[in-house]
Structures are given as C-alpha cells and as structure tokens.
C-alpha cells in the first residue's frame, strides 16, 4: 500500500496571536515554535481581521489593548462571525470591565495574564485546542451520523418497496400455484369419477354401485353445507372406495359379503386397506384414501381394519359407509336378497348404534327421503309394520318381496284375515322377518305423522 496523501493527513491547528508588541509575539513565537501549529502574527484588530478570513484558524489569543479596537470586541468579532474558533483573551491589567466584555461578547473560553508562566500559558493552548478538535470530532460525527441515517432510511425505504413489490410476487405465485393446486385436485376428482367406470365394467349394470354411490354423497352434501375440500375428498372416496376389490375373481366380485366363507372374508376385509394402498402415492388423492381405508369400520368398534369406534371413525368414512351399504343393500353385494331403497333404510336404522353413527344416519335418512323419489320411509302416511302387527283392511305401500326376490304381495294390496295368516306362516318357513311398509288411513296420519318407522 502506498503512503498516505497531504490530502489525507490531519491538518497542523491554526493559532492566531494578536498584541500591538513586537517583543510579546516575538516571545511567544519562541514558546510555541515546537508545537504542532501553524502560528499568524497580528499587531492589531485590523491585520487579525483579514488573516481570520482566508487562514482557517482553531485558536485565537489577543491582547486586551489594541489600537483601534480592543481585544474584546476583536474576541466579539471572532465569535459572531467564526463562532468555532477557540477565544482566549491576555490581558497585563485586571481590568474587569474589559474581562467581562470579553466574556460576556467574546465567549471566550479563558482569560491569561501577563506576564504568563509558560507551563501554563503551554497547557492552556493545549487544552484548549484539544477542546476545539474533540468539538470539532464531534461536530462532524454527529454530521456523519445524519448523513448515514439519512441515508439508512433511503435504504430502509428502498429495501421496503423491493419487500412490498417481492411479497406481493410471492404472493401472485402463491395464489397461481394455489389456483394450480385446485385445478389439478378438480382434474383429479374428474379423473376418479371416469376411473370408476372402469371399476363398473367388472360388474354387470345390476350390481353397478359406485355413480349412486357418489351421488348420494353429493346430495348429503349440498343439502348440509359441507365445505367444498371436504366435499371434493368425499366425492373421490365414492368414486374409488372399491378399487381395491379389481383383483378379485368374477364370481367373488357378484356375490353377497354375507355369504362369503374364508379365505374369501380375509379378502373381503382386506379390500378397503387394498384401496388405501393404491391411492395414498397420489398426493391429491391422500384424504380421499384415508376415508376409504376406514369405511368399513363400525360405531361399535367391531368394525375393519383398525377398529376405530365413534367418533374416532373420520366423518367422511362413517358417511361413505351409510351410502355404500344403502346402494350395496339394493344390488345384493351384502345380502343375498335384494332390498328396495325403504328396506334398506330399515336395515340402516335397524343397526343404528352398532354398525352405523344413530345420529348421522337420521340425517341420511331425510337425505335419501328429499333426494330419491322412491323413499317412503319419511312420508308420514307410510308406517313400518311386522307381520303380526298386521291388521285386516290395511293397505300395502310397496311391494313385498321375499328374501330371494320373489313378489309375494304387491303395492296397493289390500289385507285381509288369511292373507295375513299364510305371510306368517311363510315367515316361519322361511325363517324370514319381513318389514312391510303400510299405506295409513288419511284419520290415522296425524297420529303416526311424528313417530319413527317400527322395524320388525
């Protein structure tokens, strides 16, 4: 590194010393010869007046006595027009007038007398100078300070706007991959609902589940305000919950769940962990895959795979599972017979509590009850009877079929004595229970209008 220019190199102070007599500038020339100053000579106001303009001076020290204009009112000068420079006034007579003057006018930050003792007049000088660069230090801190705070808060201001104009950035790109992120899990609900008809094709159209399935969910949703994501997952569930079941056999993928033996009931259990499984690698999918996986779980905890009881079943699951077993008990994928939807509502009600969660499945109901113009079971002209409640004159509401399908009696059918005996007596044959759904008197629907169906 090269040496340090003039430029750069502190300067020596100016000190200005001012009295009418040759001798004491003479003598106090030599006192300061060694110091490191820069001295100007004045013998009058005058002469310090003019080097005061175009020196820059640190100190200045004047007689009290001076032709034209004393030491004070020089001191006075110094101070209104160079209120920086360091004033010291000598004075050889204790006049108190001048001093005071010099004081009061001049500001000056001490007085000396003559004759001096040079220690002191030497340590004065000193400190006083030292007074005036730590001013002057502090002056010009004080000046950086405000430039670099003036200039931190253009920065400050700088760096906010580029902070305002990323966040917001930030904010665009965060709302566009939001936006991406919905558009890609819409295409993925698409997606599933097309899939599903591949999972139908295993099946003929009597045993086809899945788009009753996802429209029962659908309407259950719209009428009870379910969030949209919620409602999206619920959707997909419905859509794909028996994808796990693609591996099975054709005759196991028709026949009823009750009548399966082992190991083909270790399979069916096995199927919603089998859907979960191809379904959990897609992220989207994630939600809709955990409902899948604990749609076969029971209120009672006797359910599968993980035997989550109440309320630790998911929502989703415990709704997925009314609207399967509803679709699956009118196709004859849980019991050999085939149910119409009444029927299979009263076998919901009828395992309310142990199967199904009571309280949702009554909100199932009305749902099935608004959405499906084959439902009776809410119309309180309709009453749920067994056999041996039968009474002569009753009127059918819907068909009666027998466990294997066949119509025993049909709708509108009026009962009388023997015709109620011979249903008994082939319940009883038949080892059957059947819930028969009466047409009441227009006199009798007032009584019957709030109470719930009897399920035999």
Known sequence: MGEPSVADSPRLSGVLLVDEQPGVLQRLGQLLRHEPYVLHLASSAAEALQILAREPIDLLMSSAHLPQMDGATLLALAHRDYPAITRILLTGEPDLALIAKAINQGQVYRYLSKPWND????????????????????????????????????????????????????????????????????????STELFSLLVNQRLPPSRQTNRQVIELVRAYCKIHGVDEGSRRDLGMAAALYNIG????????????????????????????????????????????????????????????????????????????????????????????????????????????GRLYDPQLLEDFVQVCAAYLRDVTLGDPSVKVLGSRELQEGMVLARNLNADNGMLLLNAGKVLNGPLVDKLIAYEAMEGARYSIFIKLPDEEQGVWKKQTPTVS
Do not use: C
């Open 119 to 190: 220690d002191e007049m030497l340590l004065t000088l000193r400190q006083a100078l030292a007074h005036r660069h730590a001013e002057r230090e502090r002056l010009r801190l004080e000046a950086l300070t405000r430039q670099q705070n003036s200039e931190l808060k253009a920065l400050n201001a700088a760096l906010e706007k580029r902070v305002a104009a990323r966040t917001a950035e930030l904010q665009q790109t965060a709302d566009m991959l939001d936006l991406a992120y919905e558009e890609l899990k819409h295409s993925y609900a698409t």
């Open 245 to 352: 079941k693609l591996g099975w056999s054709d005759s196991m993928m028709i026949a009823p769940a009750d009548l399966l033996h082992h190991p083909e009931r270790e399979r069916y259990r096995d199927y919603p962990k089998q859907s979960e499984s191809l379904l959990m690698t897609l992220e989207p999918m994630q939600d809709a895959a955990r409902l899948i996986l604990h749609h076969q779980e029971h209120w009672d905890g006797s359910g599968f795979p993980d035997h989550l009881k109440g309320e630790a079943i998911p929502f989703g699951s415990r709704l997925l599972k009314l609207a399967v077993d509803f679709i699956e008990l009118q196709r004859g994928l849980i019991l050999e017979r085939h149910m119409n939807s009444d029927e299979a509502l009263v076998y919901l009600r009828k395992y309310a």
